[in-house]
């Protein structure tokens, strides 16, 4: 079983900036960042290949930047210039089978969420 434990979230003002960290017990070759406001559906943030392939969804594209380090099981999520419109909890992700994108129902190992609050 995947094993995957978030850090990093925490309160910034608009503008601010996160990096987040998953330190994941066996990397797959697509890892992910999801992220649920209250009341909201999670929705994918952003995913990366084993091949270094990036997929972003349009609101981060240009602020976030998702990377993996393979040597210490980590993943990571650099936020720069947060919005309000990004505060919820952040979850990493896995998925066991061939292929990478952002879609959250093809992620099959999930971690337990680091909360994110953006204020204005």
């Known amino acids: 079983q995947v094993q995957l434990a978030e850090s990093g979230g925490g309160s910034v003002q608009t503008g601010g900036s996160l990096r987040l960290s998953c330190v994941v017990s066996?990397?797959?070759?697509?890892m992910g960042w999801f992220r649920q406001a209250p009341g909201k559906e999670r929705e994918g943030v952003a995913a990366?290949?084993?091949?270094?392939?990036?997929y972003y969804a349009d609101f981060v594209r240009g602020r976030f930047t998702i990377s993996r380090d393979n040597a210490i099981n980590t993943l990571y999520l650099q936020m720069n210039s947060l919005k309000p419109e990004d505060t919820g909890v952040y979850y990493c992700?896995?998925?066991?089978?061939?292929?990478?994108?952002?879609?959250?129902?093809?992620?099959?190992?999930w971690g337990q969420g680091t909360q994110v609050t953006v204020s204005s």
């Open positions: 992700a896995s998925r066991d089978v061939r292929g990478c994108n952002i879609y959250a129902e093809q992620f099959t190992n």
């Open positions: 990366v290949s084993g091949g270094g392939s990036s």
């Open positions: 066996r990397m797959t070759n697509c």
